[in-house]
Every structure is written in structure tokens, then in C-alpha cells.
């Protein structure tokens, strides 16, 4: 019997990754079935960070994933990577194309959105989901700590307000985008609630934070490039008065 399954995670936790090798596993075995995607940066097709890609079928917001389903029967299994952009009704459509043509559905997606709040995509595959599975891949916050937010960060400074889909970029090379220079930061908790990129100290359990984000060199080397030379020492002697 066929099941919806999701699989959930931050940026960088893998989840094109799995979705393409599921894809390159199941079509391998003469299994015949749909990838698809939406808002890819690299257009219609599913892509990794780590160099792979394959060509996916787009899912616009008026496209009926069942009816699409029909349209290419038989098919054994469709893989939806990007799911928490789908709307609710395309996610009870996933559904259907389960329960009606038994086909294995395999959907990845976001967890929340920049604001902390659950995409409406990611929430109604929570509720009628068969199995929900967090990917097992740990992004890191700067501070070294599991990231468990994406913070949308404009001109340097962490924003809570604005469209909830805008596609920006995830490395240090800012890119122009809608006017603005838009990227996401992957931050713990902690960090996020106080919109922290690590250019500030807010006081409070500074020898702490100190501690924990100098153990290693390539951190040491961010707070130095961030502060200067004179400014990171400066901090670890108030942080250990």
C-alpha cells in the first residue's frame, strides 16, 4: 500500500539530496515516476549544494498535482522536493493521488520560514502526512550549535517582516535581489530570537558564548574578520574580568 511520506529539515540539511538520489534509486530499478519542484534557483529542476541536479516538472500554484498524476499514468512514485511552497490544496491532492492510484509519494520541505511560523504547505503536510520525518543531517549556527531557524537577512540586518516566499541566497556573495541585497542565515534558537549574526554581544552570558563559538579556528577567524584583531581581544578580556 502506498504512502505520503515527509521529510523535513533546515537549509542544508540535504533534503534535494535525498529527494534526487530516491529519484536516481527507484527510476535505476525501471520504476517510472514524476520529480518535481518549484522556485528552484536554477529553474525547473531539482538541485543540490553538493553539485547534482536533475530536471523537474514546476509546480505552479494552479497546477493539479493529481490530475498531473493521471496525465502521466502508470507511474510508481512522485518526488516533490520544495513542498512547503505547495498549497494546501495541491498537498491534499498529493493525497489523493496516494490513496486513489496508490502511487509512493516522497515530499521535502521547510520546517518554518524566516518568521518562525510553519509555511502553510509544510503545516497541512504535518497534518495528513502517513510519516513525518525529520532529515538526520545537522545544519550548524554560527555559534557552532544545531541550526534550527532561517533568518532572511537584508543589507546585513535580520528582518521578521515581508513576503513569505522570496528566493535569496545562502553564501557570503550577496546577491541584488527585488531592490534589496537578500540572503538567509541558518541560526539556533537563541540567535534567531535575538537577530544575532554575531556582530554584536547583547551582555548577557558573554564569557559563555565566547567560549563556545571560539572552539574552533574557523569560527575564531569569523568573530576576528567581524571585530578586528584588537576588537575580538578586547572582548574575550571583558568577557573574562
Known amino acids: 500500500m502506498a504512502s505520503l511520506r515527509f521529510s523535513f529539515g533546515t537549509m542544508g540539511s540535504g533534503k534535494s539530496t535525498v529527494a534526487l538520489q530516491i529519484h536516481h534509486n527507484l527510476s535505476n530499478r525501471e520504476l517510472y515516476g514524476l520529480l518535481l519542484t518549484t522556485l528552484d534557483r536554477e529553474g525547473r529542476q531539482v538541485t543540490s549544494r553538493l553539485g547534482v541536479a536533475a530536471p523537474a516538472i514546476e509546480v505552479t500554484p494552479d497546477l493539479d ?71 538526520q543531517v545537522e545544519a550548524r549556527c554560527l555559534c557552532g550549535a544545531r541550526a534550527t531557524h532561517i533568518a532572511r537577512v537584508v543589507y546585513g540586518v535580520v528582518v521578521y517582516e515581508g ?38 554581544f547583547l551582555g548577557v552570558g558573554v564569557e559563555r558564548e565566547l567560549e563556545h563559538t571560539c572552539r574552533t579556528t574557523v569560527v575564531q577567524s569569523r568573530w576576528q574578520s567581524v571585530l578586528g584583531e584588537s576588537g575580538f581581544s578586547r572582548r574575550i578580556q571583558e568577557a573574562t574580568i
Open 163 to 200: 513576503d513569505t516566499v522570496m528566493v535569496g541566497d545562502t553564501n557570503p556573495n550577496e546577491s541584488p535581489l527585488f531592490g534589496d541585497t537578500v540572503r538567509y542565515e541558518l541560526l539556533c534558537r537563541a540567535h534567531f530570537l535575538r537577530a544575532d549574526l554575531g556582530t554584536t
Open 65 to 135: 498535482l493529481h490530475a498531473l498524476a493521471v496525465r502521466y499514468w502508470p507511474i510508481h512514485y512522485m518526488i516533490c522536493d520544495e513542498a512547503q511552497f505547495y498549497t494546501p490544496a495541491q498537498c491534499d491532492q498529493l493525497a489523493r493521488v496516494v490513496d486513489e492510484l496508490d502511487v509512493e509519494v516522497y515530499a521535502f520541505g521547510l520546517l518554518t520560514d524566516f518568521r518562525g511560523r510553519l509555511f502553510d504547505g509544510t503545516a497541512r503536510m504535518l497534518e495528513i502526512a502517513d510519516q513525518h520525518t525529520p532529515l
